[in-house]
């Protein structure tokens, strides 16, 4: 009978060691997938940010693109969705180089509504400054901005009116 009890108590021990083996390694397996996940949806969440991030320069570059074509009223239209987009951006990034890029950008809103508002020409520099600051949050090359084509051809293009050859009689 004692020799029974030491044999159960062999058995149960080695059980409990196997099965605390099995549980330790599949625990440390576990948390070796969870951190993974974790960094994983870290890298998600900040090419999400970016991603979005992008989408507000893409919509600051329309609203150039219309002030350049003299178009302010669609501009200034497009602007009260940007800058609230922006604002709503600011407050659920996770990178702190973004918010105070959006917050850098959002403080420009009335400056930017108030030219708009009057048709200000001017208000390309505040807009390129913006993009500026936007691609510089991002990590992106600097744009090189061409001029909007003129209205009013310069005196260089003005064609000189043609002459006609005169022919001298007897020549």
């Known amino acids: ?24 390694s599949e625990h440390k397996r576990r948390a070796a997938a969870e951190n993974e996940v974790a960094v994983e949806r870290a890298k998600v ?9 992008w ?3 893409d919509r600051l570059l ?3 693109e219309h002030v350049q074509n003299k178009n302010y009223g669609l501009a200034r239209d497009l602007s009260s969705p940007f800058f609230e987009e922006l604002r709503r951006e600011a407050t659920r990034t996770p990178r702190e180089d973004y ?4 917050d850098e950008l959002h ?24 993009i500026e600051r936007l691609r510089r949050a991002l990590g992106r090359p ?9 209205t009013s051809p310069s005196p260089e293009a003005t064609p000189t009116p043609m002459t006609t050859p005169t022919t ?3 020549a």
């Open 99 to 102: 918010r105070a890029a959006l």
């Open 107 to 130: 403080a420009r809103r009335d400056a930017v509504t108030a030219a708009l508002t009057v048709a200000e020409p001017g208000v390309v520099s505040i807009l390129r400054e913006s």
């Open 55 to 57: 989408v507000l320069e």
């Open 142 to 150: 600097r744009l090189s901005f061409a001029e909007p084509p003129r």
């Open 168 to 170: 001298t009689p007897g």
């Open 45 to 53: 969440q900040d090419l999400e940010a970016q991603s979005r991030m």
């Open 62 to 64: 329309m609203i150039m």
């Open 1 to 24: 009978m004692k020799k029974l009890f030491w044999y159960l108590i062999f058995v149960l021990v080695v059980a409990g060691g196997s099965f605390l083996a099995g549980y330790l």
